[in-house]
């Protein structure tokens, strides 16, 4: 598309998008590893670890959400699109329910922290998953 003579690219947030989808991942992978350390060890400075990875995760989720909107909001709502922004959407808010369990005395954070956090680095590999398989890059925001 050219504006003016500005040579505009159709979806020009794609590798922003990839690199939520990408950043997100480890983030919750490794809370879910530091909830899993905690009820292991009870060592409560695992608890801590997940808590901040839980909020960086959250963070990047919401960028890969942000994207997948616009994506969506620009082309229309596809298949692989509306999929993506689902998963997103529930790894988000499952994400943010985890954050407020883990914000609570240490010691009430199990068994319930590390079920979300099983639940949400699974959600985010499956988000992931698709957009990385049905979202070429280029054509993905």
Partial sequence: MVVGHIRMHPRPVGRFHAFALAAMVPLFLGAWLCDFAYWSSHQI??????????????VFGAVALL??????????????????????????VLGFINALVHARDAWAVMPTGLILSVIVALLACASALVGFTHLRAGAMS
Avoid: P, Q
């Avoid at 400075?45 to 959250?58: D, R, V, Y």
């Fill in 45 to 58: 400075e695992w608890s801590n670890f997940a808590s901040w990875l839980t909020a960086g995760g959250l």
């Fill in 67 to 92: 994207c997948a909107l616009v994506d969506i909001a620009r082309a229309g709502a596809r298949g692989a699109s509306l999929t993506l922004a689902m998963l997103l959407l529930a790894t988000w």
